[in-house]
């Protein structure tokens, strides 16, 4: 929560065997996308992280897992430095896909942002404090949502409390589905 949006990095694609020729399909204020092969039918994108946070939340061994966490494929390193001032990494992830406007992830989704979004505004003098405090509301809050939505809630809590991190639920595109409609939380933390 910020009131300037951050711009997107600027970078081209990092100079890498995997990356050549590859097709980006997406970019936000630290992390390329592109295309990466499909194996088994299932489709996998490469990230290019330049935040260690996303890095940590993407490869570390206690990284959050389960039914709303993307599916991890491999770990393929460093690969040069960002404008950020920290070293690209390249993580092989599931594709995911932008939520529509209408269906339950949609649903569920919003009602998570505008949730923490209020839980902000509740404790916004807390300055620092107040985004990993207003997770931590909706971690404990029952809301209506799956009991697998209120753990991975918790999860992240866990996780952006160990690695120092704050959530990052309200910019809509954090927030991406599977094929068959599972919300998946893509880009749910960044670095204070
Ligand atoms: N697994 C994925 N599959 C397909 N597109 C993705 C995936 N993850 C992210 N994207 C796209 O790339 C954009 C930037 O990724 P994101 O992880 O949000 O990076 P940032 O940390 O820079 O905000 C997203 O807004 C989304 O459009
Ligand atoms: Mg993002």
Aim: net charge negative; aromatic share 10%.
């Amino acid at each position: 929560m910020t009131d300037t949006p951050a711009p997107i990095i600027p970078d081209p694609v990092p100079d890498h065997p995997l990356l050549k020729g590859r097709k980006e399909i997406g970019r936000g204020e630290s992390t390329i996308v592109v295309e990466a092969d499909t194996v088994d039918g299932q489709e996998r994108v490469y990230k290019i992280l330049s935040s260690p946070t996303d890095y940590a939340y993407y490869t570390a061994d206690d990284r959050p897992t389960g039914r709303h966490f993307p599916i991890v494929f491999a770990d393929h390193g460093p690969a040069g430095r960002s404008s950020r001032g920290y070293p690209f990494y390249i993580v092989e992830v599931e594709r995911l896909y932008p939520l529509p406007g209408t269906g339950d992830a949609a649903e569920v989704a919003t009602k998570i942002s505008t949730s923490y979004f209020d839980a902000c505004m509740m404790w916004r003098n807390l300055a620092q404090d107040m985004g990993r405090i207003a997770l931590h509301h909706l971690a404990v809050t029952p809301m209506g949502w799956a009991d697998t939505v209120q753990e991975s809630l918790k999860a992240l809590e866990t996780f952006s409390s160990e690695y120092g991190a704050l959530p990052d639920l309200i910019k809509a595109d954090n927030l991406m589905m599977r094929k068959d409609g599972t919300l998946v939380f893509s880009d749910p933390v960044f670095m204070e």
